[in-house]
């Protein structure tokens, strides 16, 4: 498998689940995603949400995707808060995957982060042996 494949695999999904970290306790949350040839992930929330405060604080984070059948990426890396004139680039991208959310920039608090790889884990149990590879970044 080669990181087009990845990309190919990541890009299925439109939904992720996300992991923080908030005074050394795990928190998850269900996020809309997009994905970019470097295997960054995009999303938008809140300045209001859980998510979003873990984040600031601490840029560690990790998601899932992909679990309708028994092939999932694992994902770890640092979420980075986008700014102009970076957000314009990444803010396409996001809306390119989520048409609609370009109706989210009208709300006072939305916020928009982009996760970059340090570790990705694809595995494949629906075949025998499984199939896993590690990336590293």
Same mark, same amino acid.
């Given at each position: 498998m080669t990181e087009a494949d990845l990309y190919a695999f990541m890009t299925q999904f439109r939904l992720g689940v996300l992991g923080?970290?908030?005074d050394g306790a795990p928190q998850a949350a269900l996020v809309g995603i997009a994905v970019?040839?470097?295997l960054e992930i995009?999303?938008?929330t809140v300045s209001t949400s859980r998510?979003? *405060?873990n984040l600031c604080v601490r840029s %560690?984070?990790? &998601?899932? &995707?992909?679990?309708?059948?028994?092939?999932?990426?694992q994902?770890?890396? *640092?979420a980075e808060q986008l700014e102009l004139p970076e957000l314009e680039r990444y803010r396409q991208i996001y809306f390119k995957a989520w048409p609609d959310g370009r109706?989210?920039?009208?709300?006072?608090?939305? %916020?928009?982060?982009?996760?970059?790889?340090a570790w990705i884990r694809f595995s494949d149990f629906e075949q025998s042996p499984p199939f896993i590879q590690e990336f590293t970044f």
């Amino acid at each position: 498998m080669t990181e087009a494949d990845l990309y190919a695999f990541m890009t299925q999904f439109r939904l992720g689940v996300l992991g923080s970290v908030h005074d050394g306790a795990p928190q998850a949350a269900l996020v809309g995603i997009a994905v970019t040839r470097e295997l960054e992930i995009v999303f938008d929330t809140v300045s209001t949400s859980r998510k979003y *405060r873990n984040l600031c604080v601490r840029s %560690a984070c990790s &998601l899932v &995707l992909g679990w309708t059948g028994e092939q999932t990426v694992q994902y770890e890396g *640092r979420a980075e808060q986008l700014e102009l004139p970076e957000l314009e680039r990444y803010r396409q991208i996001y809306f390119k995957a989520w048409p609609d959310g370009r109706g989210h920039m009208s709300w006072p608090d939305i %916020a928009y982060f982009v996760v970059r790889p340090a570790w990705i884990r694809f595995s494949d149990f629906e075949q025998s042996p499984p199939f896993i590879q590690e990336f590293t970044f």
